[in-house]
């Protein structure tokens, strides 16, 4: 599986961006996908998990309330709409597919990464 996030840009503090990871090469309808994000000097964070069916989804408690994830199998398409931002949510954001749902915020448990999309919010 390729993945592709796409979507970052820098914004205003309070204000809003969707993310979307879009993959190719195989079906995605089989894989659990989530975004984790890194900042400058900083350790990777889990940011926000789907299911595959999208029946469950899993949040950092720094991001709920403000970020949704959702997903699209037709359209190969995971979103990560992201309101209320912060600047402490500046950082790099990453989408990954994974298959067993126990590891959702634990990265080493990912099959597959995408390239980063970097999202700067100024204060």
């Known amino acids: 599986v390729q993945l592709q996030a796409s979507g970052g840009g820098l914004v205003q503090a309070g204000g809003s961006l969707r993310l979307s990871c879009t993959a190719s090469?195989?079906?995605?309808?089989?894989?659990?996908m989530g975004w984790f994000r890194q900042a400058p000097g900083k350790d990777d964070e889990f940011v926000a998990a789907?299911?595959?069916?999208?029946?469950?989804?899993s949040y950092a408690t720094s991001v709920k309330g403000r970020f949704t994830i959702a997903r699209d199998n037709a359209k190969q398409t995971v979103y990560l709409q992201m309101n209320g931002l912060k600047p402490e949510d500046t950082a790099a954001y990453y989408c990954?597919?994974?298959?067993?749902?126990?590891?959702?915020?634990?990265?080493?448990?990912?099959?597959?990464w995408g390239q980063g999309t970097q999202v700067t919010v100024s204060s």
């Open positions: 990954g597919a994974f298959m067993s749902w126990t590891l959702a915020d634990y990265r080493p448990g990912y099959d597959y």
């Open positions: 090469g195989q079906s995605i309808s089989r894989y659990h």
């Open positions: 789907i299911f595959w069916s999208g029946d469950s989804t």
